[in-house]
């Protein structure tokens, strides 16, 4: 993924499709459209999974408080939603299985009659989910779900223990976009929308950009459009046509990240079925720490969500009322706020009501393809919708949607247990190996590789963290990342994990960052305290 090369090619070139937006859907859309056989561009103002797509719960699941609300309500659109996650979720899992999984979930109950009612629940769950190899839901003792999480209250009935799917969102969408990029994409981070060039009868004809790095201007000629810019689509739709009217609702969700302790155990999530607002709360061990989420509010800022103190109180709070041992803010790592590209169909519905399926619009007037709402266990789907219909109005044969077995960069001859022989060949520690396996698949051998190019980049970032220098020149070489919150957010994820280390390993990516993109000193050291600001501002909110 050479982004001066790409640059040069998106501004030379026409394309078939050129995909605005870089999260989950639009990497999605750019995978599906160029094993289509179409010429496939994909800009993004910020980076790849820089938004919505980097901060979801890491669930891939078909949504059990969907199912709950389905059958209470009588909702089919409900129904329909959990239908569609269950099926994606073996195939999101098997085409990167180093970076999603199986996961165990405890659902507590506080009575025989409670437990009942969620294990029934559970088997329907079960049920939908047809031809995936995710053990069945069960009911268990008390005496189980201590053994399972320590850290519980033993003032409880049982639980019922389930699975669903998690995976690393934003370096699934990394890879996702590098995929697309390997089989034939053009695509670039930091190149925001500025607006459309349109005929006399306003069809339209290029996007204006701006590369962020240089301040170039240019135009991005190609035959079909298509919006995939999730919480941010109405800007899009309305660049193109100022008649059109508002279609989203963003609700913002927080979570609280955690020692992984706190439960007191290391590989079963909580599912905390009842809180103040009437939304369920997840706590789920991902990367050594403890996930608590989520929350859900309407949110019309342009800035940035974060995790407010409020916000960190009601999620203690909640998870609280579970714990042996309470805990207080003082114990959050670290913290992160998201938007949720609700489709309204109703202003006046709570956003909790509102169903997370997704639309494909056609605008007639400009020629605009929007893909509106989804979620992450959907990616996929979504992205075959949107390029079905990219092909009508293409005039081009329908050809199939081939991403069901398209394995993703790194999953090709991946082997689960190659890693162990690492430590001795490499001289790298075990922790790092192993995360070099998990995070890059069999890529990893290209970041152990760079070992012998320069002997120093096997050093940690951080001496808390398994993470090394040669995964930075990796990522700035084949990952596109040109700014230090591209490497420790969204490839590293070192941001959601803990504020603190982040802040203490940022000179050092920027040292690495200059080299490689020929930063001056100065250049290496604004971009070192710009983050760092950035950083201690989160830390500052709660």
């Known amino acids: 993924m050479n982004r001066v090369q790409y640059l040069q090619k998106l501004q030379s070139e026409k394309f078939d499709i050129c995909i605005i937006g ?11 459209a160029a094993l289509r056989g179409f010429k496939v561009a994909l800009i993004e103002k910020d980076d790849f999974a820089s938004a919505t797509s980097s901060k979801s719960t890491k669930l891939i699941h078909g949504g059990v408080r969907y199912l709950e609300q389905a059958v209470n309500n ?5 129904l329909k939603q959990v239908r569609h996650g269950l099926e994606e979720r073996h195939i999101v899992i098997q ?6 999984h199986p996961l165990a979930l405890l659902t507590p109950c506080n009575s025989w009659v409670e437990g009942c009612y969620y294990a029934i629940g559970l088997r329907i769950y079960d049920a939908f989910a047809k031809g995936d190899s995710l053990p069945k839901s069960r009911w268990i003792s008390k005496k189980e779900v201590l053994q399972r999480t320590t850290g519980l209250n033993p003032d409880l009935h049982s639980a019922v223990l389930y699975y669903d799917g998690q995976l690393d969102d934003a370096r699934y969408c990394m890879l996702l976009a590098k995929t697309a990029a390997e089989k034939g994409a053009i695509m670039a981070n930091h190149l925001p929308l500025l607006g459309f060039e349109k005929d006399a009868q306003g069809k339209l004809l290029a996007a204006q950009v701006e590369d962020e790095l ?21 800007f899009v739709r309305q660049q193109a046509n100022p008649e059109l009217d508002r279609r989203i609702i963003p609700s913002k969700g927080v979570h609280a990240v955690l020692p992984l302790h706190t439960l007191g155990s290391t590989d079963t999530a909580l599912l905390i079925p009842k809180t103040t607002d009437g939304r369920v709360i997840f706590a789920i061990p991902w990367e050594d720490k403890l996930l608590l989420g989520t929350t859900d509010t309407p949110y019309s800022s342009d800035e940035e969500p974060s995790l407010e103190k409020d916000e960190t109180e009601f999620l203690i709070e909640n ?9 207080g803010l003082d114990q959050v790592k670290s913290g992160f706020g998201g938007l949720r590209p609700l489709i309204a169909s109703d202003p006046g519905r709570s956003t909790k009501a509102l169903v997370r399926d997704h639309e494909v619009e056609w605008d007639v007037q400009s020629g605009l393809l929007s893909l509106l709402g989804g979620k992450w266990t959907t990616y996929r789907l979504m992205a075959a919708d949107a390029i079905d219909e990219a092909c009508k109005h293409l005039d081009d044969a329908e050809p199939p949607c081939l991403t069901a077995a398209q394995l993703l960069a790194g999953a090709e001859g991946y082997d689960f247990q190659a890693w162990k022989t690492w430590p001795a060949q490499t001289g790298l520690d075990a922790s790092t190996c192993e995360h070099l396996s998990q995070k890059y698949g069999s890529r990893a051998q290209a970041i152990l590789a760079l070992l ?14 398994p993470f090394i220098q040669a995964e930075v020149i990796y990522q700035i070489r084949e990952e596109m990342a040109v700014k230090p919150r591209d490497v420790l957010a969204r ?5 959601m994990l803990d504020w603190q280390a982040t802040i203490q390993a940022t000179p050092m990516v920027c040292e ?31």
């Open 95 to 100: 085409n990167a299985p180093f970076l999603a």
């Open 74 to 78: 009588f909702d089919l659109a409900q």
């Open 214 to 234: 240089s301040g170039e201007k240019f135009s991005i000629q190609a035959r079909l459009f298509i919006n995939c810019t999730g919480a941010h689509a109405d």
């Open 319 to 327: 998870l609280n009322r579970y714990l042996a041992q309470p805990i």
């Open 452 to 465: 012998d190019e320069n002997n120093t980049w096997r050093t940690r970032l951080h001496p808390d963290y």
């Open 491 to 495: 490839r590293l994820r070192l941001e």
């Open 22 to 32: 870089g999260g989950a859907s639009g990497a999605g859309c750019a995978l599906d």
């Open 512 to 542: 690495l960052l200059g080299l490689e993109l020929q930063w001056n000193d100065e250049q290496v050291q604004q971009a070192s305290i710009a983050y760092q600001h950035l950083i201690a501002g989160f830390q500052a909110k709660i």
